[in-house]
């Protein structure tokens, strides 16, 4: 039996991002939270977009940056779209193995909300010493 594992050489804490955040136009003062997954709906990432506009409600300056592909990207914009929050969405896509690790770095919460639970993502936050939620349905 193998267990959840990271390469802790590589992800580690401690690696530059602020040109991550830049690149999608927040800076240090905004909160960034981090999905990593394939973009299918089982995953739940559509929770933490319909939570944006109540995060937003209580005065936090909160973005969702989700790094994937997969049959939902149409789906969580469209969502995104309906309710005023496509500005607080970023969508990724594939990022580069070296990026990875920077963007963990770069988030201030990992949010897990998939609904089934898969402990090598979210070994991988705790890495970082990441917040990293994590529910089940």
Not at 57 to 65: E, F, I, T
Not at 115 to 124: H, L, Y
Request: net charge neutral; proline share 4%.
């Amino acid at each position: 039996m193998t267990y959840p594992t990271v390469d802790v050489e590589r992800m580690r804490p401690g690696l530059l991002y602020a040109d991550l955040r830049v690149s999608i136009g927040i800076g240090s003062e905004q909160q960034l939270i981090l999905s990593v997954g394939r973009l299918q709906r089982r995953k739940g990432f559509d929770q933490v977009i319909r939570s944006l506009p109540g995060l937003v409600a209580k005065g936090l300056d909160a973005h969702y940056a989700l790094i994937g592909i997969g049959e939902d990207w149409d789906y969580l914009q469209s969502i995104a779209k309906e309710l005023g929050v496509s500005d607080r969405l970023h969508l990724l896509g594939h990022v580069s193995a070296d990026d990875l690790p920077r963007w963990y770095n770069a988030c201030d919460v990992f949010a897990m909300p998939n609904r089934e639970i898969n402990g090598d993502t979210r070994a991988s936050a705790w890495s970082f010493w990441k917040r990293a939620p994590a529910a089940s349905r």
